[in-house]
């Protein structure tokens, strides 16, 4: 569910008369990670590195009140849930979108990771949440990337995470991703504590 709210009732009453106009409202920051602990459970647990790191996203996120709210037109909504968006590979050769919605259990939010994504590879078709606060997200996995800035359209203002293939070197795996966010819903602080909190996330996986 999502509702208009009033700017001025909230903390970001300022941001939203300074960037709401801005023809480039959307900051990138870009951390490297250690997902060692991540990539640890993935092998010996079968689980999907991915669905791992969306879940972690998710979590972070959700222990943060910007992430529920959105700046779209010239309005702020505020939801009461989120959803993770990942993009799918189908089975025709390209590609689709699917949002996962977010719960605080790891092991249904792999259950619906795995059985959504799936019916979306074979169906050829997205699958979208409403009333969900989505966090998108892309792995571009074929090549190990230092960062990635997302095109703005001025149409999707959801935050953003993107990242490449994991770096194993000794006992070490890193992952460097790039965070996109519209200015409105945070300042620069407030997304520098969400990637803190989302390496603690993995920290403690």
């Given at each position: 569910?999502?509702y208009?709210?009033?700017?001025k009732?909230?903390?970001?009453?300022q941001a939203?008369?300074?960037?709401m106009?801005?023809?480039?409202?959307?900051v990138?920051l870009t951390?490297?990670?250690?997902?060692?602990?991540?990539?640890?459970?993935?092998?010996?647990?079968?689980?999907k590195f991915?669905m791992?790191?969306c879940?972690c996203?998710?979590k972070?996120a959700?222990?943060m009140d910007e992430?529920y709210?959105?700046?779209?037109?010239?309005k702020?909504?505020k939801y009461?849930?989120?959803a993770?968006n990942?993009i799918?590979?189908?089975?025709?050769?390209?590609?689709?979108?699917?949002?996962?919605?977010?719960?605080?259990?790891?092991e249904?939010?792999?259950s619906d990771?795995m059985?959504?994504t799936?019916?979306?590879?074979?169906s050829c078709?997205d699958s979208l949440?409403?009333g969900a606060?989505?966090?998108?997200t892309?792995a571009?996995v074929?090549t190990e990337?230092?960062?990635?800035?997302?095109?703005?359209?001025?149409?999707?203002?959801?935050?953003?995470l993107?990242w490449g293939r994991?770096?194993?070197?000794?006992?070490?795996t890193?992952l460097?991703?790039?965070?996109q966010?519209h200015h409105?819903?945070?300042?620069?602080?407030?997304?520098?504590q969400?990637?803190?909190?989302l390496?603690?996330t993995?920290n403690?996986?």
């Amino acid at each position: 569910m999502r509702y208009d709210i009033n700017p001025k009732d909230t903390n970001r009453a300022q941001a939203f008369e300074i960037w709401m106009k801005s023809p480039m409202p959307m900051v990138t920051l870009t951390k490297t990670f250690d997902v060692t602990r991540m990539y640890k459970v993935s092998q010996r647990q079968g689980e999907k590195f991915n669905m791992l790191l969306c879940w972690c996203i998710g979590k972070a996120a959700s222990r943060m009140d910007e992430f529920y709210l959105l700046p779209e037109g010239d309005k702020l909504y505020k939801y009461n849930r989120l959803a993770i968006n990942v993009i799918v590979n189908n089975n025709q050769g390209g590609i689709n979108s699917c949002d996962i919605p977010y719960t605080d259990e790891l092991e249904q939010f792999s259950s619906d990771y795995m059985s959504l994504t799936q019916l979306v590879s074979a169906s050829c078709q997205d699958s979208l949440t409403d009333g969900a606060m989505v966090i998108g997200t892309s792995a571009m996995v074929a090549t190990e990337l230092d960062c990635i800035v997302n095109q703005y359209s001025g149409i999707f203002n959801n935050p953003f995470l993107a990242w490449g293939r994991f770096r194993k070197g000794g006992l070490k795996t890193t992952l460097p991703i790039s965070f996109q966010f519209h200015h409105v819903q945070m300042d620069g602080g407030q997304a520098a504590q969400f990637l803190e909190e989302l390496q603690k996330t993995i920290n403690t996986l």
